[in-house]
């Protein structure tokens, strides 16, 4: 049978290797989607858990603040099991888990049972995140050419399927509790879904009956690949927080315009990832990631020196396409180099990225007094041209980095990159 090493073997007819990988492919896929429409379903109805419960501004932070302690915990606590159990043993569990804990923050009855419920959910949702992470690097590994940037697209178009999903409910008129039940619910059956058509385990040794961990070796080469993922990610946390408020107060634009800001910036994202396994497969990663830095930068940076609404809008699209790609790139290499530790290197280096995400967009606000906000808006210009200039971080190494240079080879089954 397959096994993550490789998608060769003698005793099993192509046909049937070719189905077994595809199956994966999809199976792992299903899992960004489930991950992504639970966050977007969440996200959505924030403002009617926050009704609900009568919260102000802070008391909602602080529930928030649980959510994301939850992740972090989440996603430091998963990396050894990943590496101990594999994959597959972990990212099943909580996908399952996932679709029951995002209904939780529905019933909770005051602000501590909202926190308590929002750390479990970040828990899961954390581990999810490095466990399928992890996961794609496997499948990826097998099917021997880069398709991990298509797991990425499938993960933001979730969350638009998820904000858009909250949405309807809130138009009809259905509360949180009725929400998160359907969207949990069609949840549990992707995840039934992948559990059925996920990659099989590489099986272990015949004299050994029961699991061993794997030695607890180092994990290289991942401090500034985590350092090129929080800079990134501190892009995303700026648009998605700050792009409306720049084109409504400091560019004037009326309010339905400024919110085309995000979603240009959304939109050019999920295009950008549906394209870019090709793209990797024929520039390399590091060239990817030179050209993505500065396409970030330097549609930000015109547009905030144009000061134009249209311009701010197409700004925020060029650092939707040129960070679209970054993340999927530190991802692999983070697994590819540490093949027998993946789960701890990606624990770090998503963990990393996750802070930038959290902390970028409350540094540009603390900028912005100073500085005003156009000016702290540098600051993702300045960080995408220190990840275009330090591109060369992601330079395959090691017996794994060959990955890192895929091709399309004559013997990997299929040729398209969309799923």
Not at 360 to 369: C, D, N, Q, T
Request: aromatic fraction near 8%.
């Amino acid at each position: 049978m397959l096994t993550p090493a490789g998608c060769e073997n003698p005793g099993v007819p192509e046909s049937s290797q070719r189905r077994v990988l595809v199956r994966a492919r999809v199976a792992t896929a299903l899992l960004f989607l489930l991950f992504g429409i639970t966050l977007g379903a969440w996200t959505a109805r924030i403002p009617a858990v926050k009704r609900d419960l009568a919260l102000d501004d802070g008391a909602l932070s602080l529930a928030l603040l649980a959510f994301a302690a939850g992740a972090i915990t989440g996603m430091q606590a998963t990396g050894r099991l990943v590496d101990r159990f594999g994959s597959r043993r972990v990212m099943l569990p909580a996908a399952f888990a996932e679709g029951l804990a995002l209904i939780l923050p529905a019933y909770a009855p005051d602000l501590a049972a909202l926190a308590v419920a929002l750390f479990v959910f970040g828990a899961v949702h954390g581990t999810l995140n490095i466990a399928m992470n992890a996961n794609a690097i496997d499948v990826q590994r097998s099917w021997q050419r880069p398709i991990m940037s298509s797991f990425h697209a499938v993960y933001s178009i979730g969350g638009f399927l998820g904000a858009s999903a909250g949405g309807l409910f809130a138009h009809a008129g259905a509360g949180p509790r009725a929400t998160f039940a359907a969207v949990g619910g069609a949840m549990l059956a992707f995840a039934a879904w992948s559990s059925w058509w996920a990659l099989p385990p590489a099986p272990a040794p015949a004299v050994l009956s029961t699991p061993v961990a794997a030695p607890a070796g180092p994990v290289r080469g991942v401090l500034f690949l985590g350092v090129l993922a929080c800079c990134a990610l501190v892009g995303e946390g700026a648009a998605a927080d700050w792009s409306a408020v720049y084109l409504r107060d400091d560019l004037h634009s009326s309010a339905g315009f400024a919110a085309a800001a995000f979603a240009a910036f959304s939109v050019a994202m999920t295009v950008t990832r549906l394209a870019g396994d090709r793209l990797t497969a024929r520039f390399g990663p590091v060239l990817l990631v030179r050209a993505s830095g500065l396409l970030a930068a330097g549609g930000l940076g015109a547009a905030l020196l144009a000061g134009e609404p249209a311009a701010g809008v197409a700004g925020f699209a060029c650092l939707g396409a040129g960070m679209a790609l970054i993340a999927p790139q530190v991802y692999s290499a983070a697994g590819d180099r540490n093949p027998d530790a993946a789960g701890r290197a990606l624990a770090r280096v998503v963990g990393l990225g996750y802070l930038g995400f959290l902390l970028g967009p409350v540094l540009i606000g603390a900028a912005s007094r100073v500085a005003g906000l156009p000016g702290a808006l540098a600051i993702p210009v300045l960080l995408s041209l220190f990840v275009a200039a330090t591109a060369t971080a992601l330079r395959p190494t090691g017996r794994r980095g060959a990955h890192q240079e895929l091709r399309t080879p004559s013997n990997a089954p299929g040729t398209s990159n969309t799923l």
